[in-house]
C-alpha cells in the first residue's frame, strides 16, 4: 500500500454506514489508525453496493469545472462470489493514467487498490473482472486532492453470456478464431469477451460465405483487434466484420441504427485504418473522415469520437 | 418509357440493389443485421461497383423481387447474403460531399437487364464508402 497517496488525500473521518469497507481499508492499507471517510453520493465520496456484476462503470467529474486540471485519489474495495478475489489490473480509466496499489487479497476476501489519476473533464473508471469470476464491488470512495468530485455508477446494459455451442466443428474458421479469442481470457473483461464471441460466432458461422473473400480471415488482424481493446478496456466491444482481404474490421455506432458509424480496419499488427462517417444532421450536412496511422496515434485521432466507442 | 440503353443514367429518384456478402454485413449481437458496412461497395472490376436498378422491372408486379431473382441468375447468392437498397440521388449526393464524381449507369449482362454499374468508387475510398453505406434504404433476404 502506498501510503503516500492516502496522506496526500487528506482522507478523513469514518462513516458508520460503510463499516466493512472501513475494516478491508483497515486490514488491507495496514493503516489501523487511518481516519477514513464514506459518506453518501453527492459529496466528495460514495459507496454504494453492487452485486454478481461482471462490470461496471462508474463516472466522475470534477467539481471545479469542465476543462480545469484535477488529481483525485481512488479507492475500491470489495470481494467476488466463489471465494476469488478482484485484481486491481482490472482497474482502467478512460483518460490519462491511474497507478494502482494493493490488490492483494485479506484473509477474509476482501481486497483494496487505490490509485491516482488527472481528469480534465467528465471522466470514467471501469471496473472489471476477468471470467469466471463475479465481481461485488462493496463500496468505493473518491477523494479529491484539490477539489470536489462527483461520482455516479451507470450500468453499461451487459448481455447474458452465450452458452456454449456444441455444434461447432473444431476444424472450422469459427473454432479457431474462439480459441484464439479464448487466449485473450484474463485480458479482455467478462462483457467485451462475451460480445466478441457472439460477434464471432455471426461473422463466421458460413465457411461457403469464407471462401468467397479474396483471402482467409486473417488472426493477426484479429489478434491487433483483442490488443486493442485490452488495453484501453474501457472501449465498447464492438460488432465484427471482414473486408475482402480478410482484414478484421471493428464498427461502433453513437446508437443503435444511427446514420453514423466509426469502422477500425487492423490491416497488420502495427497499422489501422480509420474511417468516420456521420449523416445525422441533415441541417449541418454529413461528415467524413479518415486514414491510415499506427496503433500509437489512433486515440488521438478518435478523440472526437470518444461518446461512440466508450462504454 | 423508351428502352434504356447501356450508358444512360439512372435516374436519381430511382433504386439500386447491391449483392452483399455475410462478412460485410452489420449484426446486433442476437445476429439480426442492422446494416452493411463500407466493404459492402468493395469490387475490384475496374469498370464500377455491380448494382441492379430496380425500377428497371418497373412492369412487374414486384420489382424488387424481379431485380433479386435477376441478380440470382447471374451470381451466387447465399443464405447469409444480402440485398443492399440504395437510392441513387443519395449516391450522387454523397459523392458531391466527398468531392468524387459519382454516377450510376445502365450496363445490362445476359440474364440481368436491370445491371447497372456505380461509377467513380474507388476501393481507397473508405470514407465515402462508409457514408454511402449509412444511406441504406432497405436490406432484402434472399428468396
Redesign the interface.
Known sequence: MNAHLVERSMVRATSPGTPQLCDAFRRNTGMADAPYQFVCQGTNLVAFNETARTDCRLSVSSAQGMGRAAQFNLALAGTAIGGKAWAGSSLAISSGSIQLNGGARDPIGWTTVMGSAVTTALDHIYIGTFAPETLTVEACAILGAFGQFNLTLADPTL?DPMPADASVDETSTLARFRKILETWRGRLFTGTLD?LD??L???L??E???A???RTPDPRTFEALLSYLAARPWIKAP?L????DGIF?A?WRPA??A???L?L?FLDERRV?W???D?RDERK??T???GVCSLSDLDEHLRPYRGWICL | MDLPLKGDPVPDEHHVLRHC?????????T?EP??V???AF?D?DPEGVFVTWIEYFAQSADPERAAINAICATR?V????RFAKFNVGLIKA?GR??DVPLGVEHDPIPRNDGHSLIKGLANDH??????L???LVGLLSPP
Open positions: 448481455a460480445r457472439r460477434q460466432s455471426h461473422l458461422e458460413d461457403e460465405d469464407l468467397e473473400l479474396s460488432s466484420t471482414l473486408t475482402r474490421v464498427n443503435r441504427e446514420k453514423a458509424r469502422s480496419d485504418r474511417s468516420a462517417a449523416a450536412g454529413p467524413m473522415a479518415g | 456478402s455475410g462478412t460485410a454485413i452489420e449484426k446486433d449481437d445476429g442492422i446494416g458496412t463500407k466493404d468493395a475490384d451466387t447465399r443464405r447469409k447474403n454523397a460531399d466527398a473508405a470514407e465515402l464508402m462508409n457514408r453505406a449509412l444511406d
